[in-house]
């Protein structure tokens, strides 16, 4: 075992568990004597570069345990992704404070970070052991059956969308509201979690895994409007056309991009506003409605699966494992091994690094705007307990027989 | 006591307690004997008219208490405000199905309906007792310390923002969020309710108590960001100008207006998108997010005040006992007695239909842009127990020595 500190950092967009798994990564480190101290870097790899460290080592276990319970990245977050020259300054930085083990949480792009660190390391010769820690609500890591993080945000999406439902029913119209999921389809999907009676909504979702077209929404809304009075819809943001031109950035004026080159598609939402603007031209439909779940996604506080949190929890756990007892660098990935039951397994960075899955064909209905029971059975048990439950008063079996009206 | 049955029906816009209110009805008027049924009207007065009525007597103690725990309006709402053809038509079913008893549970626009229906069943000598049972989320009716749903929506709103902080923090910009309140501003103070350390957002609150100016709020956000390196803000859907027009109306293109003549505010993001453009343009800040909390306010599951929901409870009950034991139609409120305890008064209808109440002066800060300890105190008890809470890591005596920065 490399003698030496442990840092860890949190990259890319906070989850509502990302800290559990800063925390098991932390506490578990603790147990290794070879473990001198226990770092963690302000904003990711900015913060290495910059030298920002808090020593986690003088950290009460007790207050780690309230972080571990709090939403978004304890430590911060950064959207910067290492190029060679930027990895040689985490060298520098890394071999001046004697660090032996680093662990970086995060998703795609984060774990291409680590590749980079890992691969540079190994060509100058450090001594250092890397292993990425997967999170992300897109839930698109490869090599995964999900991701921490995911199923929380699943789970607020759920329940957004069960509410969104009874109250469309209450004053009835059309409902869309946009989620997020830049090229995975899996956070939208969740959506359908919700529905308990055939004519709860969403009555239709629309994924980045199939084709948008304006047209086929337009009758589709138009179907549904006739069928139930009423219309509840879920929208990915990453929706594109049949060339793979994204619907948002269609219409939005200006395109900021991110350092990665992704198209900034959440916090902004135009894409909402657009769609009920055309339901409402196009279809001739008073109510409608837009709007756009944003970053209560993914941050929401009291709104966690207590299956992500354990999950997450041990992510960071088996990391400090593998980077103890293993031979190589690698990601930690988790594998499902019963209903319900997971396990974890560390993955070649190289095979999850860059790489975007999506939801499989047999996830997605034929009509291309529903779920299936497989992705109900894949979802349910990944929420976790005391999910909220809708009921309703009983119309059919209890209507009284109209006395003016024949 | 009157003889007959008795009518229960929901307006306006729906809570996550209004269910409460119904089922309180329901129950408590089956311990009187006069009470021959319990009808609930579908869909408001609009149910009435269309001899849209469920024997809510069938239906089992067992899922009235179900439907109590679920948000958004179980019998279904509606917009229509009832004129005096509209009232005439309603008393021509409530005689042939022989209602005694009336019960319209909404905000102000309902109050107003139950006010009119209520003088037209004395102009024309029927024999029918009316009450007004309270629920906004918008917390505006007058002679009471608060009204139903709002205590839920305002929990949601200030966990919303607890999260949104500390994303904010983790990675740091500009975020806004717009929250809904037409004319009075508690549903976007109480963004500040999950604030702990001093530098946690928002830092600005922006109320429709106070005219809103382009260049003030330009300036307060440029302070923030300079001061903290990042700013959070929680915008009134309803800020006007000080010649009273509505930001948000300023920019929409097509105006759309409900029966009530009330300009939509809901459902459209262009306040949020316009405000956050303009930080962007204007201050040269990169990072720059904006969100529209919509409907979520009002209906998401499983985020609710335990206090509201008993409070919600409670008036139901206590609208059957004023009005089989009382003289007078009327509204009732809610009154503080204790920190924190509640009792109830009925107030005549006409005190209260149609007014509107807005945040005393006492509630908001001489900056006009934060709320005052006073407004903490009295809401912190309406968001009822287990509260979410955010802790940190311990920055400032953990941090790390830097070596090679100096």
Redesign the interface.
């Known amino acids: 075992m490399l003698k030496g500190k442990l840092l860890v950092a949190?990259g890319g967009?906070?989850t509502a568990v990302i800290n559990q798994s800063m925390v098991g990564a932390v506490l578990e480190s603790r147990k290794f004597l070879n473990v001198e101290l226990v770092?963690?870097a302000?904003?990711g790899v900015r913060g290495i570069v910059?030298?920002?460290?808090?020593?986690?080592t003088?950290?009460t276990t007790h207050?780690l345990e309230?972080?571990a319970?709090?939403?978004?990245?304890?430590?911060?977050?950064?959207?910067d992704k290492p190029d060679l020259k930027y990895c040689q300054e985490i060298f520098?930085?890394l071999r001046?404070?004697g660090v032996a083990y680093f662990f970086y949480i995060g998703g795609n792009d984060s774990s291409d970070t680590v590749r980079i660190v890992s691969e540079e390391a190994q060509r100058e010769g450090y001594p250092l052991r890397t292993i990425h820690i997967p999170k992300t609500i897109d839930n698109d890591l490869v090599l995964n059956d999900h991701t921490p993080g995911f199923p929380s945000a699943a789970r607020f999406v759920a329940?957004?969308f069960?509410?969104?439902n009874?109250?469309n029913?209450?004053?009835p119209g059309v409902?869309l509201?946009v989620v997020m999921g830049r090229h995975a389809g899996f956070l939208t999907a969740a959506s359908a979690l919700?529905k308990k009676f055939p004519d709860d909504g969403p009555h239709l979702i629309y994924l980045p895994e199939r084709d948008f077209d304006v047209d086929r929404f337009l009758s589709d809304v138009k179907d549904t409007y006739e069928r139930f009075g009423r219309c509840v819809i879920a929208v990915s943001e990453g929706i594109h056309d049949s060339s793979g031109v994204p619907i948002a950035v269609k219409l939005a004026k200006v395109q900021e991009r991110d350092a990665h080159g992704n198209v900034q598609l959440?916090?902004?939402?135009?894409l909402?506003?657009l769609l009920?603007e055309t339901i409402r031209t196009k279809l001739n439909i008073k109510r409608?409605?837009?709007?756009?779940?944003?970053?209560?996604q993914?941050?929401?506080?009291?709104?966690v699966s207590d299956v992500d949190q354990r999950e997450a929890r041990e992510a960071g756990e088996k990391a400090v494992q593998y980077a103890m007892w293993g031979e190589n660098d690698g990601s930690v990935t988790i594998q499902r091994t019963g209903f319900y039951s997971v396990d974890y397994k560390l993955a070649p960075l190289a095979a999850v690094a860059g790489k975007t899955r999506t939801m499989p064909d047999e996830f997605i209905a034929s009509s291309g705007t529903d779920i299936t029971d497989a992705f109900r059975m894949y979802l349910r048990p990944l929420l976790g307990s005391r999910?909220?439950?809708?009921?309703?008063?009983?119309?059919e079996?209890?209507?009284?027989p109209?006395?003016?009206?024949k």
């Open positions: 949190q967009g906070p770092y963690g302000l904003n910059d030298e920002n460290f808090l020593d986690l003088r950290e207050n309230m972080v319970q709090t939403p978004s990245s304890a430590l911060g977050s950064t959207r520098k930085v001046a404070h329940q957004a069960t509410g969104a009874l109250d029913w209450a004053l409902y509201a919700g959440s916090g902004t939402s135009s909402a506003d009920t409608v409605r837009g709007d756009t779940l944003g970053y209560l993914r941050s929401f506080i009291g709104c999910m909220p439950d809708a009921y309703r008063l009983r119309s079996s209890n209507s009284v109209k006395i003016l009206t």
